[in-house]
């Protein structure tokens, strides 16, 4: 399956990230086609195009925008989800920094559609050039008179807001991130009600991950054809692939849903030389790990739940035979021990005892016991905890002691069997064992 060039069509051009660059590559022909148009017949479209949500879910975007209530007795907001912060995950990032324009089109779309006068941007506060290069770009469409009042003589008014959050990953989950917006310590929400009814300030809100928002303008200039006639019949279109680890050329490949793992390492130069694939995660550390016996399953939302994992994010981890598959288990446990943000009893104390267990394990001083309660603490975080961050921590567990039981078996009473150091002396620069 070939790879596309639709979101990436002008990376590595001089300045793409400028409003000049942008124009030269159909910038805000979209947003121009958009206001000749009714707010119904934008949704209609981005639904026949059958748009899934880019963030994880993959949730259909246009029947997403629907839920609006036609009424507007409140006022309705649109929040973009740009707190990237998974590990493995890195498609969002790169995508606002090459071609900011794309997400601020995208979003004035989506805001017109669902009748929003004012929309946010969230984005990990870390990550400064990024922030300025969001800020410089809304900045550049204002004075072009694509944001404000009267767009392009529309009478259509918006105003977009590029808020810098702190690093908290449960600001990803998107009940969490708007309570954040409001100010107030990012926590998950109960629902319902859902976002849709009660969301930024009570009012009606859609939130959308940023890839979601930046592929509508290419669907509303070519059409919900186009779009359908790549991807697969329930997974249409194009996305971005991020490949990290022990691949020959790291990177972001854009391609139809469905290409393959097989296909997309015979692009990015396979596995390092000399090794061979041992373990993958099709969409960051929380979807459930696979191997090299699904190197040719398809990568959309189907064929990843048939080998039960998901696609996620899409970022998709390599690691070769060097990698402890227990230790890198072990990091990815205490990243969400440290991020849990401790509303619900599974999630707060599972995953506190996870990573005491992950440490008896490389230690030496775990028994078989300790498997089995690893087994028991991810069957009560999965699917019981207050979000998904609990489904997050148990997945990556479940999955690598189904495939990889026996190395587990290994370090009982000994520690890990792998040697660290040759390890990391294997691995190129840039990719820790």
């Known amino acids: 399956m070939p790879l596309v060039s639709v979101l990436t069509r002008s990376w590595g051009k001089p300045e793409s990230w400028s409003l000049t660059n942008y124009l030269r590559h159909e910038g805000y022909q979209a947003l121009d086609k958009t206001l000749t148009m009714t707010p119904g017949e934008v949704i209609d479209l981005v639904k026949e195009s059958g748009l899934r949500g880019r ?198 490949y854009e391609a139809p849903l469905g290409i393959t793992l097989r296909e997309l390492l015979s692009y990015a130069g396979g596995v390092r030389s000399g090794h061979e694939l041992k373990f993958w995660t099709p969409g960051g550390s929380s979807t459930p790990m696979l191997t090299a016996e699904h190197l040719d399953v398809p990568l959309d939302y189907e064929g990843m739940v048939s080998v039960g994992s998901m696609l996620g994010t899409k970022a998709l981890q390599i690691f070769d035979e060097t990698t402890c598959v227990v230790r890198a288990v072990r990091r990815w446990t205490q990243f969400y021990a440290h991020e849990s943000c401790g509303k619900c009893t599974p999630c707060r104390e599972g995953t506190y005892w996870l990573a005491q267990i992950y440490e008896g394990l490389e230690e030496g001083t775990a028994s078989g016991d300790d498997l089995q309660k690893l087994s028991d603490i991810s069957d009560a975080l999965l699917g019981k905890s207050f979000c998904a961050l609990g489904d997050g921590a148990a997945s990556p567990i479940i999955s690598s002691l189904k495939y990889f039981r026996a190395e587990y078996e290994a370090h009982l009473g000994r520690g890990c069997p792998f040697d660290p150091y040759a390890a990391m002396l294997a691995a190129p620069e840039g990719v820790g064992a």
């Open 55 to 252: 963030g994880g879910a993959g949730f259909a975007t246009g029947t997403k925008w629907s839920f609006i209530p036609q009424d507007r007795s409140k006022p309705h907001y649109l929040v973009i989800n740009a707190d990237e912060s998974e590990p493995g995950t890195c498609k969002d990032i790169p995508l606002m920094y090459a071609t900011p324009h794309a997400l601020v089109e995208g979003a004035i779309i989506a805001a017109y559609a669902i009748g929003a006068r004012h929309a946010f941007i969230y984005l990990r506060g870390e990550v400064v050039p990024v922030l300025r290069r969001l800020r410089d770009a809304v900045n550049e469409a204002y004075d072009a008179g694509y944001l404000g009042t009267d767009i392009c003589g529309s009478g259509f008014d918006l105003d977009l807001i590029v808020h810098a959050g702190a690093g908290a990953y449960i600001c990803g989950e998107e009940t969490a991130l708007l309570d954040s917006l409001e100010g107030r310590r990012g926590q998950p929400r109960l629902r319902p009600p859902f976002p849709a009814e009660e969301g930024l300030y009570a009012c009606p809100t859609v939130v959308n991950n940023v890839e979601s928002i930046a592929s509508v303008p290419p669907i509303v200039v070519n059409g919900s054809d186009w779009f359908r006639s790549m991807g697969t019949e329930k997974s249409p279109g194009f996305t971005l692939y991020s490949l990290s680890g022990h691949v020959s050329a790291p990177g972001q």
